[in-house]
C-alpha cells in the first residue's frame, strides 16, 4: 500500500502508530482521527485477502454493465483511506476529473468541507460494526470549484479475516431535487408567514374518516385554546356562534344538495376568551365516482377588522345620512334660495325648496344657466346694474371658476311674464381634500319688497327734504324779490315818481320832454325786471310758446350770465306740443342740471340733446367738468337732493333717470321718459 496518499507529510505534524490490529493515521489539523484498519499494499486487480465472492462478482460480466451504468456514479475505495481504486465514466462526468485525476485523489478530498466531519464519523462508526451498507447525502466538490449534492450508498467489502478492506459506491447527483426540496421549504415557510399574516388557515375535512384537519394557525383564527383542536367536526360546532350555526350548516346542506363545486359563507365564532370573531370560510367540494361527497377542503380567514371596518362604515354612513337629511330639512325650511353646483363647470346645479319655488321650477331640475341646452332654465334671465349676465358671470359660477368667495352680489331676476324679482347673497366655492374646487354654493334671499320699501322710505325722505329745499328756496327767492322789488324796482318807481313830480315843476316844455324820455327809459328798465322776477318765479314762455322756445331762452340766459357755452339740440317733437307737466318736468331737469353744473362742474361747455322717436324722449346732458364720485349706497344719495331731484321727477314722469361721472372725466345725464299716457301717470300728482 501506498502510505503517502492521502496523507499529510512530517513536516505537517502527523503521526503513525503501530499496533496489532493495524494503523491509525492521526489528523492534528482536522482534530479527530481516519479510519481504521489493516495496513496492507492493495491492486487495483486482486487483493491478497479479497474473499473469493468479492473476486467472482467484480470479474464477471454483470459487475461491467452494473458498474458503467451512465444513470449514476459508480467507485470503488480504500476503506481505510477513501483513495479512489475505480471509477467510471458518470463519476468523471459528475465531478468534472477525468479518470486518472480522481484515481489520484481520496473521496475526503472531493467532500466539501462542511460535510467532512460527518463522512468521517460514519466510517468510524462502520468500521467497528457489522454493518455492511451506508447511505448518505453529501455535498462533493467539483473540479470547477462548485459543489453538487450527492447520494452516496456504500457497500464494505471485508477480507477473509473479516477487515473492511475497500467499499463499492453508488453516487447519484441530487443536486436538482435538492435545490427543488430547499424551494420547496422555502415556499412552504413564505406560505405559513403569509397565512400568519393575513391571518388565513386551510381546513381538510374527510368524510370517510370523520376527520378534520386544521393547519397551525387555525385555533389562532378561531381563538380556540391552543391544543384543544381535538381533529372532529364537533369541535368547530362549537366554536360557531349558535345564532350563525343553521345558517352556515343549511347553506353547506344546499350545497351538497346542488353538487356545487364551491361555496363560501361568513359567520361568527366564539373565542375561548369570550370575544367574538368574524370568519369566512371558502370550501371546495369533492365528490367519488358515485357522486357521493367525500371531502372539503377550503380556508378559514380571520374578517373581524374587516367586520368591525364596514359596521363602522355603516354607523358613520348613517349619522352621515342623518346629516344629510337633517340639513335638507334645513334647507328647504328656511326661505333662502340655496343653489349647489356639482362640478367645476356648474354644469349640474340642484337647489333648495324655496329656489325652486322663488324660480318658478319644477322640483329637482337643474337649476344652472350652465346646463347643456336642453336642461337649462328658460324662463327668467339675470340682470346686475341693468345689465343681463351671461351663464359664466353669475356668482355661483364665478365662484367655481375662481375658487375666490362671491359676497354681496345684488342680482335682479326678471320673468318672461315681465315680473321681476330682486335676490341679495353670496357664493363660496366648494374644495375637495387636495384643495382644487369641485363646485361652488350659493345662498340668495329675496329682497324685492324690503328693496321696494327702501326706495319709498328714501323716496319719501327726499321728497320730505326736496319740499323742504323747495320751501327755503320760495322764500328765498321770495327774499331776493322782496329785495330786488325793494332795491331795483322800488328805487326805479321812486325815480318815476321824483321824475313825474320834476316834470309837474317844469316850466317849459324842453325841459319836460327831456324828463319823459329818461323816465321811458327808467320804466323799461323796471318792466324788464318785473319780468326777470316773473320767469324766476314760472317760466310764462313755456306755456305759451313750448318747450324748445323755453329751453332756448334758458340755455341764451344761462350761457350769458355764467359763461358757460351750451349747444342744444332737439328733433322729433313735431308740431304738436307735449303734456305740459311733461313740458315743465324736463325743464325744470334740464333747469336743475345746469345749476349743478354752474355751481360744481368748473365745466367751459354743456351739450343738450332732446330726441323723440317710438313714443319715448330721451335726453342727454353732458357736461366737460371735473366730474364727481357716485354714491356706493342708497344712504349716500341722501346727500345729493339735486340728483335725486332729477330722479324724482323723472320717476314722476313715468320715466327713469340715470348719471354717469367720475373724477376727471365729466357728467352725463340720461333721462327716458314715455310721451303717451302722462295724463293717466301724473294723476293727482303735484307739478312744480
Not at 188 to 212: A, P, Y
Not at 603 to 615: E, P
Amino acid at each position: 500500500m501506498n502510505d503517502n496518499i492521502d496523507r499529510p507529510s512530517s513536516g505537517s505534524g502527523s503521526k503513525v502508530r503501530s499496533s496489532e490490529k493495524g494503523i491509525r493515521t492521526v489528523y492534528p489539523d482536522r482534530g479527530f482521527p481516519a479510519v481504521t484498519g489493516p495496513v496492507r499494499e492493495s491492486k487495483s486487480n486482486q487483493s491478497e485477502y479479497g474473499s473469493p465472492l468479492a473476486e467472482n462478482v467484480r470479474s464477471g460480466e454483470p459487475y461491467k454493465a452494473f458498474f458503467e451504468s451512465p444513470a449514476f456514479g459508480a467507485a470503488r475505495l480504500e476503506f481505510m483511506t477513501g483513495r479512489f481504486l475505480e471509477v467510471n465514466e458518470t463519476l468523471c462526468d459528475m465531478t468534472g476529473f477525468t479518470r486518472n485525476e480522481l484515481l489520484e485523489r481520496t473521496l475526503f478530498q472531493l467532500t466539501h468541507p462542511e460535510d467532512l466531519t460527518q463522512t468521517l464519523q460514519m466510517l468510524e462508526k462502520q468500521s467497528k460494526t457489522s454493518t455492511c451498507s451506508r447511505q448518505i447525502e453529501k455535498r462533493l466538490l467539483r473540479k470547477d470549484g462548485q459543489s453538487i449534492w450527492v447520494h452516496v450508498a456504500k457497500h464494505v467489502i471485508s477480507t477473509r479475516e473479516g477487515h473492511p478492506e475497500y467499499f463499492a459506491a453508488v453516487i447519484i447527483d441530487i443536486s436538482e431535487v435538492k435545490r427543488h426540496e430547499k424551494q420547496l421549504v422555502e415556499n412552504l415557510e413564505v406560505l405559513r408567514l403569509s397565512q400568519k399574516v393575513g391571518k388565513v388557515g386551510t381546513f381538510d375535512w374527510d368524510i370517510r374518516t370523520s376527520k378534520v384537519f386544521w393547519s397551525d394557525n387555525c385555533e389562532d383564527i378561531f381563538g380556540a385554546a391552543p391544543g384543544s383542536f381535538d381533529g372532529t367536526l364537533e369541535y368547530w360546532r362549537k366554536c360557531v356562534h349558535p345564532q350563525d350555526l343553521p345558517e352556515v350548516e343549511a347553506k353547506r346542506e344546499q350545497a351538497l344538495a346542488q353538487k356545487a363545486r364551491d361555496f363560501s359563507v361568513e359567520c361568527r365564532v366564539t373565542a375561548y376568551d369570550g370575544s367574538i370573531k368574524w370568519i369566512e370560510s371558502r370550501t371546495q367540494l369533492f365528490y367519488g365516482e358515485d357522486g357521493e361527497f367525500t371531502r372539503m377542503f377550503g380556508i378559514n380567514v380571520d374578517i373581524t377588522q374587516r367586520k368591525e371596518a364596514e359596521e363602522a362604515l355603516q354607523r358613520s354612513e348613517a349619522e352621515a345620512k342623518a346629516r344629510a337629511d337633517e340639513l335638507h330639512a334645513i334647507l328647504d325650511a328656511v326661505p333662502t334660495m340655496t343653489f349647489i353646483a356639482h362640478d367645476p363647470e356648474c354644469r349640474t346645479m340642484t337647489s333648495n325648496r324655496s329656489a325652486y319655488e322663488q324660480l318658478r321650477l319644477p322640483q329637482g331640475t337643474n337649476a344652472s344657466k350652465s346646463a347643456p341646452e336642453s336642461q337649462r332654465p328658460a324662463n327668467f334671465r339675470t340682470f346686475k346694474n341693468g345689465r343681463e349676465l351671461d351663464p359664466e358671470d353669475l356668482p355661483v359660477q364665478q365662484a367655481a371658476a375662481t375658487g375666490q368667495p362671491m359676497r354681496n352680489c345684488e342680482l335682479t331676476l326678471v320673468f318672461d311674464d315681465g315680473t321681476s324679482r330682486d335676490i341679495f347673497g353670496h357664493a363660496v366655492p366648494l374644495l375637495d381634500p387636495k384643495g382644487a374646487v369641485r363646485g361652488a354654493v350659493g345662498a340668495f334671499i329675496d329682497i324685492t319688497e324690503r328693496k321696494r320699501v327702501e326706495e319709498l322710505t328714501i323716496r319719501d325722505e327726499i321728497q320730505t327734504r326736496l319740499l323742504g329745499r323747495e320751501i327755503l328756496a320760495r322764500e328765498a327767492v321770495r327774499e331776493r324779490i322782496a329785495r330786488e322789488l325793494h332795491d331795483e324796482s322800488g328805487q326805479m318807481l321812486a325815480s318815476l315818481l321824483a321824475g313825474l313830480r320834476a316834470i309837474g315843476n317844469s316850466k317849459n316844455l324842453k325841459s319836460v320832454k327831456k324828463q319823459v324820455t329818461t323816465l321811458r327809459t327808467l320804466t323799461k328798465r323796471t318792466m324788464d325786471e318785473v319780468g326777470r322776477l316773473a320767469r324766476d318765479l314760472h317760466p310764462l314762455v313755456l306755456n305759451d310758446l313750448g318747450l324748445e322756445i323755453a329751453l332756448r331762452q334758458l340755455v341764451a340766459e344761462y350761457s350769458k350770465l355764467h359763461g358757460i357755452r351750451v349747444r342744444l339740440g332737439i328733433s322729433g317733437l313735431g308740431p304738436d306740443r307735449l303734456a305740459s307737466a311733461l313740458e315743465l318736468g324736463l325743464y325744470r331737469i334740464v333747469q336743475e342740471a345746469l345749476t349743478n353744473v354752474a355751481r360744481h362742474a368748473r365745466a367751459k361747455a354743456v351739450d343738450i340733446s332732446i330726441k323723440v322717436a317710438a313714443g319715448q324722449l330721451s335726453m342727454s346732458i353732458v357736461d366737460n367738468g371735473c366730474g364727481f364720485k357716485l354714491a356706493s349706497t342708497r344712504a349716500d344719495s341722501r346727500n345729493h337732493l339735486g340728483c335725486q331731484g332729477m330722479r324724482e321727477r323723472a320717476s314722476m314722469l313715468g320715466g327713469q333717470l340715470q348719471i354717469t361721472s367720475h373724477p376727471g372725466g365729466g357728467t352725463k345725464v340720461i333721462a327716458k321718459v314715455p310721451v303717451d299716457g302722462l295724463s293717466r301717470i301724473l294723476v293727482d300728482r303735484p307739478t312744480s
